[in-house]
């Protein structure tokens, strides 16, 4: 079994910095694209940052410039740097893992960290 767990949400004010997360730990054979996503309040949940193994990153146009994802192979994390953040940065964010065994990539998701943007 995998297990993701995230760390590094609370709030923050408009402009401020966070620094998000994830650890994947349990039987691991080798993880393939990691990402971040988010989902406000009745919202439906959104990919915010992508990576590859070989560090090729994706962004949602609304994060561009201002978030950066990055990644250590060796420890099995991928972490979320948050700049200059605005109040419509405001969610549940969860890291997500895809997972080769061998035949074929397998889902996994962190339980969410909550990111308050407000003054």
């Known amino acids: 079994q995998v297990q993701l767990v995230e760390s590094g949400g609370g709030q923050v004010q408009p402009g401020g910095s966070l620094r998000l997360s994830c650890a994947a730990s349990?039987?691991?054979?080798?993880?393939?694209?990691m990402g971040w996503y988010r989902q406000a309040p009745g919202k439906q949940r959104e990919l915010v940052a992508h990576i590859t193994r070989d560090s090729s990153t994706n962004y949602a146009d609304s994060v561009k410039g201002r978030l950066t994802i990055s990644r250590d192979n060796a420890k099995n994390t991928v972490t979320l740097q948050m700049n200059s953040l605005k109040p419509e940065d405001t969610a549940v964010y969860y890291c997500n893992a895809q997972i080769d065994y061998g035949l074929g990539d397998v889902d996994y998701w962190g339980q969410g960290t909550q990111v308050t943007v407000s003054s």
């Open positions: 349990g039987t691991i054979f080798r993880i393939n694209a």
